[in-house]
């Protein structure tokens, strides 16, 4: 069955990193573009990242601009989040979801209902 399934969340301090990673199965990665979402209990699921299907247009939420960083791995078939200088508000879950639009041209999108398939989510908390 079509699965897409995050990992890489966990415990970490104040100031520590965490790579999540997003993987398909029963399709491939390479013709979607990739959203990362997070929501925090209590609070709306927001999109912080998001990467088109060739890789050349990012997008990153103002809260986490210059901590995070998306990229694809094409041999490895992940979209991966690489997440540094962590802060307790970024506690929540993680999901990734891919666009409804198959090999959109330009902008990756940035709202909930222009994905499709979801992740079960990971969570990550920051906490000393």
């Known amino acids: 069955q079509v699965q897409l399934v995050e990992s890489g969340g966990g415990l970490v301090q104040p100031g520590g990193s965490l790579r999540l990673s997003c993987v398909a199965s029963?399709?491939?990665?390479?013709?979607?573009?990739i959203g990362w979402f997070r929501q925090a209990p209590g609070k709306e699921r927001e999109a912080i990242s998001c990467i088109n299907h060739s890789g050349v247009n990012t997008y990153y939420a103002d809260s986490v601009k210059g901590r995070f960083t998306i990229s694809r791995d094409k041999a490895k078939k992940t979209v991966d989040l690489q997440m540094n200088s962590l802060k307790p508000e970024d506690t929540a879950v993680y999901y990734c979801?891919?666009?409804?639009?198959?090999?959109?041209?330009?902008?990756?999108?940035?709202?909930?209902?222009?994905?499709?398939?979801w992740g079960q989510g990971t969570q990550v908390t920051v906490s000393s």
């Open positions: 979801a891919t666009e409804r639009d198959m090999l959109r041209v330009g902008l990756c999108a940035t709202r909930r209902d222009e994905y499709d398939y």
């Open positions: 029963g399709f491939t990665l390479d013709y979607y573009g």
